[in-house]
Nanobody, 114 residues
Framework: VQLQASGGGLVQPGGSLRLSCAAS????????MGWYRQAPGEQRELVAS???????TYADAVKGRFTISRDNVKNTVTLQMNSLKPEDTAVYYC?????????WGQGTLVTVSS
């Protein structure tokens, strides 16, 4: 499985960005897709995850500002980020988990700065 992420960039505080990630390869149903982020000097942390079905999970820091969605036909996951703050600056990684195996995308840098 390969994951290709896109959509990062520089945005001013209060702005919006949309990240997308496309999965290819042998993909099974009941997988979980998600976004993580890692700021300089910090550990990688969960931003949001979305199973094939069931409940979406958001980190407290992004609730109400970020929205995760997926297209199960195209095998894509999208993260709409609104009201961005400087503390959202990080490298964002998409992740897919299926049948006990985890796959990571290459990371895309999001910088929130005036």
């Amino acid at each position: 499985v390969q994951l290709q992420a896109s959509g990062g960039g520089l945005v001013q505080p209060g702005g919006s960005l949309r990240l997308s990630c496309a999965a290819s390869g042998r993909i099974f149903s009941n997988n979980v897709m998600g976004w993580y982020r890692q700021a300089p000097g910090e550990q990688r942390e969960l931003v949001a995850s979305i199973p094939f079905r069931d409940y979406i999970t958001y980190a407290d820091a992004v609730k109400g500002r970020f929205t995760i969605s997926r297209d199960n036909v195209k095998n894509t996951v999208t993260l709409q980020m609104n009201s961005l703050k400087p503390e959202d600056t990080a490298v964002y990684y998409c992740k897919m988990s299926q049948r006990g195996t985890h796959y990571w995308g290459q990371g895309t840098l999001v910088t929130v700065s005036s």
